[in-house]
């Protein structure tokens, strides 16, 4: 049985490379994979405190995973916004560099 600090390790781990990505990157595609890392690293802890909370309890329960689903389908709808975003500014402006996207501006 693998322990449950190996899978907040390997959450962590996903966590910083994610925000790494977001940070440092100036490709809004980039941008938009660091923020898809960082999701999966927050369904990993909570499936794997739910596990852990299976393995303590009498009476099964489905909370991690419900909230899990959830997190997928607002990746799902978070990728899908983003990129028709990105698609369209670069349609307009020939660009998907983060610092060059001046929308304000006429």
């Given amino acids: 049985m693998?322990?449950?600090s190996w899978y907040l390790m390997?959450?962590?781990a996903l966590f910083a490379i994610g925000l790494f990505g977001v940070l440092a990157r100036r490709n809004a595609?980039?941008?938009?994979?660091?923020?898809?890392?960082m999701l999966n690293?927050?369904?990993?802890?909570?499936?794997?405190f739910w596990h852990r909370s299976q393995q303590l309890s009498a009476e099964?329960?489905?909370?991690?995973?419900?909230?899990?689903?959830?997190?997928?389908a607002v990746a799902a709808a978070e990728t899908a916004v983003a990129l028709a975003l990105i698609i369209s500014v670069y349609r307009r402006r020939d660009?998907?560099?983060?610092d060059e996207l001046d929308?304000?501006?006429g």
């Fill in 41 to 48: 690293a927050v369904n990993i802890n909570l499936l794997a």
């Fill in 10 to 12: 390997l959450a962590a």
């Fill in 95 to 98: 660009t998907v560099v983060v």
């Fill in 60 to 72: 099964p329960h489905v909370t991690g995973l419900v909230f899990a689903a959830i997190v997928f």
């Fill in 103 to 105: 929308l304000l501006r």
């Fill in 2 to 4: 693998i322990p449950l």
């Fill in 29 to 37: 595609v980039a941008v938009l994979l660091g923020i898809e890392l």
